[in-house]
């Protein structure tokens, strides 16, 4: 039989990797009590403390949702449709919106209080106008459940592959609610979903559901917790989540560093993960660079930080006397555009470009308020990848780099290979681009057009950079009829068939 944890001892050794011993801490101990569940990363040696609490709570979600997704075969497309437009419709009514807007205000508010960023939080009309039109897209969508995807005819009988459902995917997102609207795209493939969503953001969430979208599960007849919220605060909850093994698929979107353990803690237990944690997109300004575009692709890649914001430029030597101060001009507009000065990080390659003005201390806004600091501060070249959490205030690295393909290389090298512009006007330029460029989006103008809903007309569960490698059999846009399996059914006509 195996024995239970109960306890934990100051200094208890917990090995991992293999190879490797982890030793518990005096603060773990003392918190540990029986009932609660303890997972060590093993690419990390980190003991994670899942409170019996969290556990139980993010397990009952998860079960609410594999008995929806048991049931989902029975539901008809038309029913799915219903639940997109009811769930649209509530959010553009203001009297049901009302509630939710009024939880979002305190979330934000909460966050302020606590010195945290809210430039993903607010839920502001602009958001709430995406998210219906999100849901208008999902509840126009075809559907995508037993699509037959290839026929194979034999003499008496064929064969079909069909599309699946997957099963319950699990998803754990920062405090940005739009999200909620986006990934219930996966109920139009016949999935279930588990959310669980930034503490900062809880209330709004809990309004989301009450207020829209189990209202509209309910309206539209679908079984109860096909959509569900993991209600806890904790970020044990989110480790418990991830630890089940009965989802089918773990999605997580947020910072860099928490994204990637929890993708370390789903794949130990045996689930496969689709990770959006690490973003900030980079523009090439190369030889032949029209002005104007260059200018244009800066500005309007900077209008708000989220992860295809422009995070690093790249001017090629040749035309740095010129472009260097367009960039600063654009950047300049760009700070204004939003009420504030914007913020750069140079290289020694193109400091001396800088007029003297751009290094004095002016108020950068941060999440904690404004903050009197140098307007340019420099940064070693092999930092260029780092990306910049901004609150108001654009925040930048630039570099002169002596051609087209140095500025390749680094972005092979140091981004995490997410997306990258060229600014060119050679044809010849932008094909050496292309196939040189290790990155799932590239393009020709400004990064903020890497986004599902705008590019494609899906809204997006996350979007993937290459960090990691590269993606296996789809792309960098994990949309909700991108979340599938693959049926086998054959059909036989000739009853006397045999091998």
């Known amino acids: 039989m195996t024995d239970r944890l109960t306890e934990l001892q100051a200094g208890m050794v917990v090995p991992y990797g293999g190879d490797k011993l982890a030793r518990v801490s005096k603060e773990l101990a003392a918190a540990f009590q029986p009932g609660d569940h303890l997972v060590v990363v093993q690419s990390t040696g980190d003991l994670l403390h899942i409170p019996e609490e969290a556990h139980t709570t993010a397990a009952a979600a998860v079960d609410a949702a594999s008995r929806a997704f048991a049931e989902l075969g029975a539901v008809s497309d038309d029913q799915i449709t219903a639940f997109y437009n009811d769930f649209g419709r509530r959010l553009a009514d203001d009297a049901a919106f009302s509630p939710i807007a009024r939880a979002n205000e305190k979330d934000v508010a909460r966050a302020k209080e606590r010195g945290r960023s809210t430039t993903r939080l607010a839920l502001s009309p602009k958001m709430r106008a995406d998210m219906v039109s999100g849901l208008r897209i999902w509840e126009g969508a075809p559907s995508t459940r037993n699509w037959p ?244 205030s654009p925040e930048v690295t630039l570099t002169v780099v002596p051609d087209q393909p140095t500025a390749v290389r680094l972005f092979n090298e140091q981004s995490p290979r997410f997306g990258a512009s060229l600014i060119a006007e050679s044809a010849a330029e932008h094909e050496e681009f292309w196939a040189t460029i290790d990155s799932p989006f590239v393009g020709n103008g400004f990064t903020r057009w890497i986004d599902g809903q705008y590019a494609l007309s899906r809204p997006e569960l996350g979007l993937s950079n290459w960090q990691g490698g590269r993606l296996f059999a789809r792309g960098g846009v994990l949309s909700g009829d991108s979340v599938f399996t693959v049926r086998t059914r054959a059909t036989q006509t000739d009853p006397d068939l045999r091998r």
């Open 149 to 392: 995807m290839e026929t194979v005819s034999h003499t008496g009988w064929q064969v079909d592959l069909m599309r699946a459902g997957l099963g319950v995917v699990g998803f754990i997102f920062e405090g940005r609610p739009n999200v909620f609207a986006d990934a219930t795209g996966v109920l139009r493939s016949g999935n279930a979903v588990v959310f669980r969503i930034g503490s900062d953001a809880l209330e709004t969430a809990r309004a989301i559901v009450e207020h829209a979208l189990e209202p509209a599960v309910a309206a539209a007849g679908l079984p109860s917790g096909v959509v569900s919220l993991v209600d806890s605060r904790a970020r044990a909850a989110g480790w418990a989540l991830f630890s089940d093994a009965r989802l089918a698929l773990a999605v997580a979107r947020g910072s860099g560093a928490a994204v990637a353990q929890l993708g370390a803690v789903a794949r130990q237990a045996g689930l496969p993960v689709s990770l959006h944690g690490t973003g900030g997109a980079w523009i090439v300004a190369g030889d032949s660079a029209d002005p104007a575009k260059f200018a244009a692709a800066v500005e309007h890649s900077l209008d708000r930080k989220v992860c295809n914001t422009l995070n690093t430029c790249c001017i090629v030597e040749s035309r740095a006397a010129e472009l260097v101060p367009v960039f600063l001009d654009a950047l300049d507009r760009a700070g204004k555009n939003l009420g504030t000065n914007s913020k750069l990080h140079v290289t020694q390659y193109a400091e001396h470009l800088l007029p003297p003005v751009w290094f004095e201390k002016v108020d950068i806004s941060r999440a904690e308020g404004n903050v009197l600091e140098p307007r340019t501060e420099p940064i070693a070249e092999h930092r260029l990848g780092h990306e910049w959490e901004w609150e108001d």
